[in-house]
């Protein structure tokens, strides 16, 4: 079966340290893969997506995430943390359906992560 | 804001009650999705619409009742729910279906007493 998962419900990080929060997936083919952020009383927004190409991505507010396809992961990282970033993180795979015809994401459960000053 | 807007942003209602969830992008976007998100649960996909048609009925209980008017507007018309299904309900849109990038409204909080 397709799916992703995020093994963490919450990552603690100090200021300033890097952060990581995981993400494994399980697809057929080749995968597009995501990742969101949902901040308190909004929507999931978009942070960044690996299509093909570099296996490092870049985002927004400094994030990026490394497509490792040997380990079927998708990581997102930071150098340096801000109590800011503190927020629910999405990671999602796009699958295909009904004979490749139609296509739809699936997110895991989510990791809260957890920023201290 | 992401050009997506959802209303009300908070509803209580009992079991018995009938009240409607709007949508509405002001992106262009050719494809609209209903998700439920639960504590410490994956987001569900509910229902996908592509140019008003709807595409995806993800297994949903008939007291969920989608509407897409036009590819502007989506709507979840709800009745007789019950208190399993108090949860966020979220609304998103994509330039076309399959599009790699979908935009999240701010979603409506759902109670059921």
């Known amino acids: 079966a397709q799916s992703v998962a995020q093994p963490e419900d919450q990552v603690n990080v100090a200021e300033g340290n890097p952060l990581t929060v995981k993400c494994t997936y399980s697809v057929s083919g080749n995968p597009y893969l995501f990742w969101y952020v949902q901040y308190p009383n909004r929507g999931l927004q978009f942070l960044l997506k690996y299509i093909t190409g570099d296996n490092l991505v870049k985002g927004s507010y400094g994030f990026e995430a490394e497509f490792n396809k040997s380990q079927t992961s998708f990581h997102l990282k930071k150098p340096s943390a801000l109590v800011s970033d503190s927020a629910l993180y999405f990671c999602?795979?796009?699958?295909?359906?009904?004979?490749?015809?139609?296509?739809?994401?699936?997110f895991g459960s989510g990791t809260r992560l957890l920023v201290r000053p | 804001e992401t050009g997506v807007t959802q209303t009300p942003r908070h509803l209580v209602m009992g079991m018995t009650n009938k009240k409607s969830l709007k949508c509405e992008q002001h992106l262009g976007h050719n494809a609209m999705y209903w998700y439920k998100q639960s504590a410490k649960k994956p987001l569900e996909l509910m229902f996908v619409y592509s140019l008003e048609e709807r595409v995806e009925n993800n297994s949903v209980p008939s007291r969920f009742s989608p509407e897409c008017p036009n590819s502007s507007h989506l709507f979840l018309h709800l009745h007789t729910l019950q208190p399993e299904d108090s949860a966020l309900y979220l609304c998103a849109s994509s330039q076309q279906l399959g599009a790699n990038e979908q935009f999240f409204g701010p979603g409506t909080r759902l109670t059921v007493l």
């Open positions: 999602a795979v796009r699958v295909t359906y009904r004979g490749d015809s139609s296509y739809k994401l699936i």
